[in-house]
């Protein structure tokens, strides 16, 4: 039988050699973080701030205040009494069965984390959408960020930054991104092309042309790449428990490490809820926006 291992028909590194690479890799890296790393965290600071206001904020909220606003959000976005009662529904289960507190932590995080997403992720995408040049540069970028293990993303900002929200968010921001630069991309390459003439025909600014004609129409398949990094985001704050990201994570954490199935089992409940209502949410509002674009002349 013909060996197959890889070093009967190739030749592997040295392990010297790859452990001098790896060693080299490791001490730029370090060589970075001394040198930078002070800067990066006090440029930070304002974001952290502002991390720790809106978790306070809506800690100190009554629960039914939370409960309303959220109810109101789903009411604006669906036009229905369901997906209401749906959200209502989870957010009294979620403050009955204990986890009130850890959850409006994990949806403080969300929220900042898709704010950012989308004001960064949106003008990429309409960058790429103007370049086949610059899509053929970033797309790469996208891919590696998207395939590479979400564990790996820990271990660069924990170096940089330590632990905490900071690194906690940059890491699930890396992480969810990809989908809503690739979704504005594809949404604005998508709109129709004698739109886009008709616009020009009449006078319109490339300007005018974007947020009057491209952005409106683009905008189903951006709501679904905001979906998209809402659920890779809620994925990601369960791994970030484990550099002190407090929420619905770190009970889920605790229950892995010390085998507690009920408490796993509630707090994943919890996660789900929130990754069905978010989804939910921004689907309803993608549909709505999808039949208002429909019915327009």
């Known amino acids: ?13 040295d392990p010297d050699s790859l452990r001098a690479v790896n060693r080299a890799i490791d001490e730029a890296y370090r060589a ?13 600071t304002p974001l952290l701030r502002f991390m720790v206001w809106f978790e306070q904020l809506l800690l100190g909220a009554p629960w039914w205040l939370v409960i309303l606003v959220v109810a109101l959000l789903a009411w604006v976005a669906s036009r229905g009494w369901r997906l209401v009662a749906l959200v209502t ?27 950012i997403a989308v004001v960064v992720g949106i003008p990429i995408g ?20 998207q395939t590479m293990p979400s564990f790996v993303y820990l271990i660069p900002v924990v170096m940089l930054l330590g632990l905490g929200k900071v690194p906690g968010l940059l890491a ?17 390459r998508l709109v129709d092309k004698e739109v886009l003439e008709a616009t020009d025909a009449f006078g319109a600014s490339p300007w005018q042309r974007l947020w009057g004609v491209q952005i409106p129409l683009a905008m189903p398949n951006i709501m679904a790449g905001v979906n998209q990094t809402i659920m890779m985001a809620l994925a990601m704050v369960v791994v ?20 507690y199935f009920a408490m796993g089992l509630l707090n994943g ?29």
């Not at 289960?93 to 898709?114: E, F, H």
Request: hydrophobic residues 55%.
């Open 1 to 13: 039988m013909a060996d197959t291992n890889w070093s009967a028909e190739f030749p592997a590194m």
């Open 32 to 44: 970075f973080t001394r040198a930078y790393g002070a800067a990066i965290e006090d440029a930070f």
């Open 89 to 115: 529904a989870s957010f009294l289960a979620i403050g009955y069965l204990g986890m009130w507190d850890d959850t409006m932590r994990t949806m403080a995080m969300i929220s900042v984390c898709t704010l």
């Open 126 to 145: 309409i960058l790429l959408s103007r370049s086949d040049r610059l899509k053929a540069a970033v797309v790469p970028v996208l891919d590696v960020m």
């Open 172 to 188: 699930v921001v890396i992480y969810a991104i990809p989908p809503v630069i690739r979704l504005t991309d594809l949404g604005i």
């Open 240 to 259: 970030a428990s484990m550099i002190g990201v407090k929420g619905l994570g770190q009970p889920v954490l605790r229950a892995v490490t010390n085998q």
């Open 269 to 297: 409940l919890a996660v789900v809820m929130l990754a069905i209502l978010f989804d939910r949410v921004t689907q309803a509002y993608g549909r709505r926006l999808q039949r208002f674009r429909h019915e327009q002349p």
